[in-house]
């Protein structure tokens, strides 16, 4: 339930929030009046931004359009659009309306107007070769921004948005696990004394592992190429039906957002054959005599650490989870290499943290649930133990990396308690501050009541009700958890307090 109550609530915030990409300075300026007929209309925004579904289109006091060629950046700017006037403009109030798609794939559109006040105005106007593009009569300043094919239509309404909103959490959940969870077999389960485990035990964690892996990947998937018409119906305002024509997916393919997803795709697909050909889930085992198995020294000791297939599923993972950044505004905040850094960093221990816990409560437990409660608590004691090591360094650098991007974000108290971005911010702190206490609670006393009773016997029905507390409380970290990516997907769609600063009245 909370799981469907977390992916609802950022459906709805993204329907409702703005994008992030705002006009740092026009050229004319909004509300000015200039005694020289410009030769162009420029934009600047405070990001890059896209011309996919967009444009800048320039009305005369009679309402005919009088912008010439298309809309483009300017040389060297992604971040800076213009487009041509045709000669000889009229005096009057000129309106300017503009499109664009802005860097987390939000489509924005406003206008602005300013006065032409020539000391000597020309006596005629160029209507004639103005009337190919004359705007008819009572043309929406939203519609003329659109491009012509799309003018006429009916909007997308919020189903796009809502449906968008949705995939991204589902994205963002998927990729987290996929990650964590092959960090969790390869640096917690297969060296906590794989050597001593019961054959059983290793072929249950593989089999569930692998169930999960696949449903991780399939919702990574689908949540990519369902976003791609998604975005589109968003980006062109068109109805979800119609997003699915290959002109629109074709322009969505085109665009920032496009590529990266593609890239995610392709990921996706090598991944996949990482795991069909290296079996990360499948522990490698050695001979040991069979007292051995029996011997708390031999279950309790690491077996080496697979470094070739650890660094190769991190590249992989690491790789998936830029992706998410490159998508969005990591990369668009100055100063952008460390913005993209501190992200990147923040994802992976968010994923060894939240693949970890999920590979603790829905792998690992259950996997050694049809063993008797001695033997139990004598495996589980140290993949509990190298989890818990993995989980305190991951909180740490999610600490270190969130605190560095929540101040590139807000960078004032103000900004913090008095803007929907930092109070947003603020919910999200008291989420983990109560996942960081429930991880307290099982670091400091349900781990070590399970080390004690792996080493002693007459503690072996001690350590099993730890087990269970143990389960129930990782369970209650997961569902938290996913409150957290919830409030963090409704963080991507709010404009930071900082993206404000510096702009322009008026615009």
């Known amino acids: 339930m909370l799981l469907g109550l977390a992916a609802l609530a950022v459906a709805l915030w993204a329907a409702a929030v703005g994008a992030h990409s705002l006009v740092r300075s026009t050229d004319p300026k909004a509300g000015s009046t200039v005694q020289k007929a410009p030769a162009a209309v420029v934009i600047r925004f405070n990001e890059p931004v896209e011309l996919a579904f967009g444009g800048i289109q320039v009305l005369d006091p009679d309402r005919r359009r009088v912008d010439a060629g298309k809309t483009r950046h300017s040389p060297g700017r992604r971040d800076t659009i213009r487009v041509g006037l045709a000669p000889d403009l009229a005096n009057g109030q000129y309106t300017v309306v503009w499109r664009i798609v802005a860097a987390d794939g939000h489509p924005r559109s406003s206008r602005f107007r300013f006065r032409l006040d020539q000391p000597a105005p020309p006596t005629t106007t160029s209507s004639g070769a103005h009337a190919a593009t004359t705007a008819p009569p009572g043309t929406r300043a939203a519609d003329a921004a659109m491009p012509p094919e799309q003018q006429g239509q009916a909007g997308a309404g919020t189903l796009p948005a809502v449906l968008l909103g949705a995939t991204r959490w589902v994205l963002f959940a998927s990729l987290l696990v996929l990650t964590g969870l092959g960090v969790f077999a390869l640096a917690v389960w297969r060296p906590a004394g794989s050597a001593a485990r019961p054959a059983e035990l290793d072929q249950a964690f593989e089999r569930r592992w692998g169930r999960l892996i696949r449903w991780a990947w399939a919702a990574a998937v689908v949540a990519s190429v369902a976003a791609l018409p998604f975005q589109g119906a968003v980006a062109a305002d068109v109805r979800p039906g119609e997003a ?22 392709a990921l996706l697909v090598v991944l996949a054959a990482a795991v069909l050909a290296g ?88 996997a050694a649930r049809g063993a008797g409660d001695r033997e139990r608590v004598t495996v589980l004691a140290p993949v509990v133990s190298r989890f818990s090591n993995l989980a305190v360094a991951s909180v740490a650098v999610i600490a270190g990396t969130g605190t560095v991007r929540a101040w590139m974000e807000v960078r004032t108290l103000e900004g913090l308690t008095g803007d929907a971005y930092g109070i947003t911010l603020l919910v999200k702190l008291a989420v983990v501050a109560c996942l960081l206490t429930l991880g307290a609670v099982n670091n400091r006393w349900t781990k070590p009541r399970i080390q004690r009773a792996a080493e002693a016997a007459e503690l072996t029905g001690q350590g099993a009700s730890a087990l269970g507390t143990l389960r129930r409380l990782v369970l209650l970290e997961v569902l938290l958890a996913a409150v957290v990516l919830a409030v963090a997907a409704t963080l991507v769609n709010l404009q930071p307090p900082h993206v404000g600063m510096g702009m322009e009245a008026g615009q």
């Open 244 to 265: 699915f024509s290959g002109e629109v997916l074709g322009a969505v393919l085109g665009t920032r957002f496009g590529l990266v997803t593609l890239a995610r795709l």
């Open 279 to 366: 079996r990360p889930g499948r522990a490698r085992r050695t001979l040991v005599r069979a007292d051995a198995r029996r011997s708390l020294g031999a279950a309790a000791a690491p077996a080496a650490l697979p470094v070739g297939p650890l660094v190769a599923w991190t590249i992989l993972g690491v790789a998936l989870l830029a992706t998410v950044g490159l998508a969005g505004h990591a990369g668009t905040t100055s100063p952008v290499a460390l913005g993209m850094a501190a992200d990147l960093l923040h994802l992976s221990g968010l994923a060894c943290w939240l693949g970890g816990l999920v590979g603790l409560v829905a792998v690992a437990l259950p």
